[in-house]
């Protein structure tokens, strides 16, 4: 494949199979955007898209444009992105689910022109505009024939591998999102590294069926999902979102053959009853991240495949993934494969700068093998040279992940940076602790986090959000203290733990780590007042002691 560009590579792809399905629309997707059900090949979606490109052609689209989509994971986000892609512009996608004042923040941040949206999101989309600085024009995907005239007059340049494709925010989880930019190569290096990767996840051209309930405004679905496909010859299932009690219903209908996975979904799908139709043969492996190392072995052994563990991050794209699709895999210890150094480079380092010794923990640094580092990452952060200069700092890019190198090569995830805690000179992950307290039946909601300690430097405090029939009482506390005793050393049990209504949490319902932090200190400032605190200092003893 030559093609340069998102929707030239497509364009090749109907070629090669034409009548093969693009895309398919299951029953509960199509009810629940109101759309037909069934099949969508590559040809009639060809067709789509080629009367998109000459409608925002008419309209003066094109390069140097960029376009918001608030479209949710309707078959028409592909369609308008690739239409827009082959005439230069770029592409803002926006989570429906966000509030007005971030949705303002994201469309003034980008300078997009044109807001596509649905009539279901006229409500909070027109929130957000008032909230805007900027003027912007809106579209009703349903009411394309009253397409705005562009207010600027596009570039004549041709759109090419480093064009800008698209915009992808990330979780904002600290300060204000920061806008990734992306190429085109970005992009067409995600579809060829999934095809080329072999091993347990190996892809047959014009084959392959490939289910996914992630959000299209992400990477992995709109850049791993979506690309694996086009490039592939393949079919795209993708559902509105993940719905646990008809999940494997509509794995069983699209026929699937590979399905992509958070890790809170292997957690919720072992709690269901056991069906005796639930192992389904055609699906030959998931591909994700974030599997609880507690129910990575359980999963394939109840569901009869394997769960492939990824690292990488919008950043970095494919450019840097590190997968584990060859064995040993080590299901149970959060690794995510053996890096392939003809493509990538990585050190793991200490808080110094140093290169950690063998087995140790370290932050992850990565860089693309040749003359380029950056080649398939990302261009940069929008409006932001200075936090693109600082992550890239000593020609590596700072992933903020920790990581540790077993004897073979492979790597096992530890935890983010910012949520290790230092207690009594030991380095303690607070994701690991988050682990065992989420095999307990009480926590709805959890995370852990550091709370300064006069002595110790940092206490582990764990902020729990309880599941109906678990009062916050002490007798409560004490029984998630006893049960991290069991699973855990004693100085990584919380030393307290703080029950909460809610936990702060980001649009794509990851916890606000930084705010999270200020909450625990605030709560334990007003300690002896808050009734819904208790403290197990105490309690953290050595077992000979």
């Not at 080649?375 to 992933?399: E, M, P, V």
């Not at 625990?520 to 819904?532: F, I, K």
Request: contains cysteine; glycine residues 8%.
């Amino acid at each position: 494949m030559n093609a340069s560009t998102v929707h030239a590579v497509f364009v090749e792809t109907c070629a090669r199979f034409p009548k093969r399905p693009f895309l398919q629309v299951v029953k509960s997707v199509a009810e629940h955007y109101a759309i037909d059900a069934g099949e969508i090949s590559y040809r009639e979606a060809e067709r789509t898209i080629e009367d998109l490109i000459t409608r925002y052609r008419r309209a003066g689209y094109g390069n140097g444009h960029r376009i918001a989509l608030m479209l949710g994971n309707r078959p028409a986000f592909i369609f308008h992105w690739f239409a827009l892609n082959a005439l230069g512009a770029s592409v803002v996608p926006f989570n429906p689910e966000l509030s007005a004042t971030e949705q303002a923040y994201l469309i003034d941040h980008s300078g997009a022109c044109l807001l596509l949206a649905v009539a279901e999101h006229e409500v909070s989309m027109r929130a957000a505009i008032a909230e805007c600085s900027s003027a912007l024009a809106v579209c009703d995907i349903d009411a394309f024939d009253l397409l705005p005239q562009a207010r600027e007059v596009a570039l004549v340049e041709p759109p090419h591998e480093q064009t800008e494709c698209a915009i992808l925010f990330t979780s904002g989880s600290t300060g204000q999102p920061k806008g990734c930019l992306l190429s085109n190569e970005y992009f067409l290096e995600m579809g060829r590294w999934y095809r080329d990767i072999g091993g347990l996840c190996g892809l047959q051209p014009g084959v392959e069926r490939l289910i996914t309930p992630l959000p299209l405004t992400h990477m992995n679905a709109m850049g791993t999902s979506l690309m694996a496909m086009v490039v592939t010859g393949g079919c795209l299932v993708q559902l509105d979102r993940f719905h646990a009690k008809s999940w494997w219903q509509a794995v069983r209908e699209a026929q699937a053959t590979v399905i992509h996975y958070l890790g809170v979904m292997p957690a919720i799908l072992l709690q269901l009853a056991i069906d005796p139709n639930e192992k389904i043969a055609s699906v030959k492996f998931g591909f994700g991240a974030g599997v609880n190392p507690a129910h990575h072995c359980p999963f394939e052994q109840r569901f009869g495949f394997p769960l492939i563990e990824a690292w990488a991050m919008t950043e970095t794209g494919t450019a840097a993934c590190v997968i584990a699709n060859h064995e040993p895999r080590h299901v149970g210890q959060s690794c995510f494969g053996k890096p392939d150094r003809s493509k990538l480079e990585f050190r793991l380092i200490d808080e110094t700068g140093i290169d950690v010794a063998a087995g140790e923990a370290g932050e992850l640094l990565v860089r693309a093998t040749g003359p380029d580092p950056r080649k398939g990452f990302f261009s940069g952060y929008l409006h932001d040279d200075a936090a693109t200069t600082a992550a890239w700092k000593g020609g590596w890019w700072h992933t903020g992940d920790v990581a540790r190198e077993l004897t073979d090569g492979s790597l096992c995830f530890v935890d983010r940076r910012k949520n290790i805690i230092r207690r009594s000179g030991e380095n303690i992950a607070a994701l690991e602790v988050e682990a065992v307290l989420s095999r307990h039946a009480a926590p709805a909601a959890l995370a852990v986090t550091p709370v300064p300690d006069e002595i110790r430097g940092d206490e582990v405090m764990a902020c729990i959000v309880l599941n109906a029939g678990y009062l916050p009482t002490e007798a409560t506390a004490v029984a998630l203290f006893e049960h991290c005793l069991a699973g855990l050393a004693y100085f990584k049990t919380p030393g307290y733990v703080l029950f909460l209504d809610s936990l702060p949490l980001t649009a794509t319902q990851k916890p606000k780590r930084n705010e999270i932090k200020v909450l625990a200190r605030e709560n334990l400032e007003r300690c002896s007042a808050n009734v819904t605190l208790f403290d197990f200092r105490e309690r953290k003893r050595r077992p000979s002691a």
